[in-house]
């Protein structure tokens, strides 16, 4: 079973209307999450493992929501092994762990996902460059959702 448009929309209403910020629903081996940001309705849909289906992904940390493209997933998915805030740097004020293009070996920390207070790093388990980084720094993320890709 697919989730149907006009069930998408009325999803979308209802944070609208509610002033909601995020809905998350699974159905069997589908899941589909649709989060208000400023004026806009973003909804990410995420199909069975047997089938990937394209990630919405920014090309870069500092990207505008507006500008962020859908790509097919390039190498291999570094995921949030929790739910929590995704953060690109250490601090406000420092440099992003990584940024897309730069290379990075196994076990370098590639972000911070804060869990109840902890800052956790989350460390490559691989090497490679960095093609695609998937959230914004301050995001929100869930267990299992891709955080970037490494090539």
């Not at 973003?42 to 990937?52: D, S």
């Not at 076990?107 to 998937?134: F, P, R, Y």
Request: proline fraction near 7%.
């Amino acid at each position: 079973m697919k989730f149907e448009v006009d069930y998408i929309e009325k999803l979308a209403k209802i944070i609208t209307d509610n002033e909601l910020t995020e809905i998350s629903l699974e159905d069997g081996d589908q899941a589909i999450t649709i989060r208000k940001d400023l004026a806009e309705v973003v909804t990410t849909a995420v199909a069975p493992a047997a089938a990937p289906a394209p990630v919405v992904c920014q090309t870069t940390v500092n990207t505008p929501v507006a500008e962020v493209a859908t790509e097919a997933p390039k190498g291999k998915a570094i995921t949030s092994p929790m739910v929590g805030t995704f953060y690109a740097a250490p601090s406000p004020d420092a440099e992003p762990f990584v940024e897309v293009g730069k290379t990075i070996s196994e076990g370098d920390v590639v972000c911070i996902v804060e869990a109840m207070k902890l800052m956790n790093e989350i460390k490559a388990e691989c090497t490679g460059k960095i093609t695609q980084i998937c959230v914004s720094n301050g995001d929100p993320v869930e267990f299992g959702q891709v955080l970037m890709y490494v090539e």
